[in-house]
């Protein structure tokens, strides 16, 4: 993987949060799914660093950065991005996220629509009922009590390669995340405000439900009737449904990278 050309960790919203920056151009925020960090985009980093700024980021107790005594929240994460962006000098930046990073870029653009360019959200639901029955069953049994058995899959082996304390933190990784995403929210009356140009990507047999992606479109305003010969009957947000990806292969496919540069540098 691409090497990064400066890390840190920035003072932001009372938290310290870890980041990393790849290549040089107009700054790209890129935010990793749950149990995830930085590195789990592999080649997609390296294809969106050829002519942009990537900024990495490990969200709250994931990666590098700690748990902290606060609530994990979309919102509070979504502040922690915000004062990063303003850290690094920026006064915009184009967000991207996925999963649970596309769930904080997707609140960026809700709560702090002044700091964010353009958004890219992968494989991200506007509410919890976004997900397959399937997936909802699996993210209940999230918590204090999965952290051990967690432990035989790649993501652990990834976490642990980085956090100074895994066994500990990997314990409280769990106990926030299970919070989160066993927390209901719906959004669907706050995305028709997202004022930004937004791109939504989702795989066909992803673990958001194509049905969902569709109205997370509509929401938007987008697929509202014909584009019209000139394309004057479109708005400025797209719906890009990539085929044969799944939730587990989205996020290091080429076709991500593709799809976000094409949307990125359409400005």
Known sequence: MLASTKSGYAPVNGVEVYYAIYGKGDPIVLLHGG????????PVIGMLAENHTVIGVDLQA???????????????????????????????????????????????????????DRLVLASTPFSNTGWHDYNLQGMAMIGEASAEGMKQTPMYAAFAAVNPDPDNNWVKLNIQQGKLVNTPYDW????????????????????????????????????????????????????????????????????????????????
Do not use: C
């Not at 149990?35 to 592999?42: D, L």
């Open 188 to 267: 669907s009356a706050e995305v028709p405000g997202i004022k930004v140009p937004t791109l939504l990507v989702v795989g066909d047999w992803d673990s958001v439900r194509i049905a969902h992606a569709v109205k997370f479109f509509e929401l938007l305003g987008g697929g509202a009737q014909d584009a019209q010969w000139d394309g004057s009957g479109m708005n400025q947000n797209r719906l890009a449904v990539l085929p044969g990806e799944t939730h587990y292969s989205i996020f290091m496919s080429p076709r991500l990278a593709e799809a976000a540069l094409g949307f990125i540098d359409a400005k």
């Open 35 to 42: 149990f995830g960090q930085i590195e789990m985009f592999g």
């Open 62 to 116: 994931h990666g590098r950065t700690a748990a902290h005594d606060r609530p994990m929240t979309f919102e509070n994460m979504a502040t922690d991005i915000a004062e990063l962006i303003r850290y690094l000098g920026y006064d915009k930046a184009d967000v991207m996220g996925y999963s649970t990073g596309g769930q904080v870029a997707a609140r960026v653009g809700i709560d702090h629509p002044e700091v964010v």
